[in-house]
């Protein structure tokens, strides 16, 4: 179950006993689990079709081209948080305003340079296993 699912009490849980489940021959369209408490968890009926139009609508071009927004923002956060962003040095909320503040100027700073001089934008990082994994395959 994702983290970013419902709260618990928005789940549907639905529990076998051994015994009742073993014999069924429809089991492994059921279940994997192999030993145990059988075990299906469901969404409620609206909640399931809302999950359901959310998946057909993200594989449209108009739903990737608005995504796009967030990629950047989610770039920017990145880029804040090696900058140093994640932690303050310094207690209370109006310093700590500041330093979000002037990372903020910094990373447009940053940016503003990287565009007069040319430096094109960074890269996706990936994974050290997905770049084995990109080199196997080259």
């Known amino acids: 179950m994702a983290r970013g699912d419902q709260p618990r009490g928005a789940l549907i849980r639905i ?15 059921c279940t994997t689990a192999m030993i145990g408490l059988r075990q ?14 959310a998946r057909l609508d993200q594989a449209t ?9 967030r990629a950047g923002v989610e770039g920017t956060i990145s880029q804040a948080a ?4 994640r932690r ?11 330093h979000h503040a002037l990372a903020a100027t910094a990373i447009n700073l940053v940016r503003l340079d990287a565009w007069l001089t040319g430096t094109p934008l ?3 990082r990936s994974s050290h ?8 395959t080259a």
């Open 88 to 98: 303050t040095r310094y207690p209370g909320l109006n310093k700590t305003h500041l």
């Open 40 to 53: 299906l968890t469901i969404r409620p009926q609206a909640k399931h079709e809302a999950l359901e139009r």
């Open 122 to 124: 960074g890269t996706t």
């Open 129 to 136: 296993f997905t770049q084995l994994d990109l080199q196997l």
């Open 15 to 29: 529990a076998f006993r051994k015994r009742d489940c073993g014999p069924c021959p429809l089991r492994p369209q």
């Open 82 to 85: 090696r900058l140093g962003m």
């Open 61 to 69: 071009d108009a739903w990737k081209e608005r995504y796009k927004t």
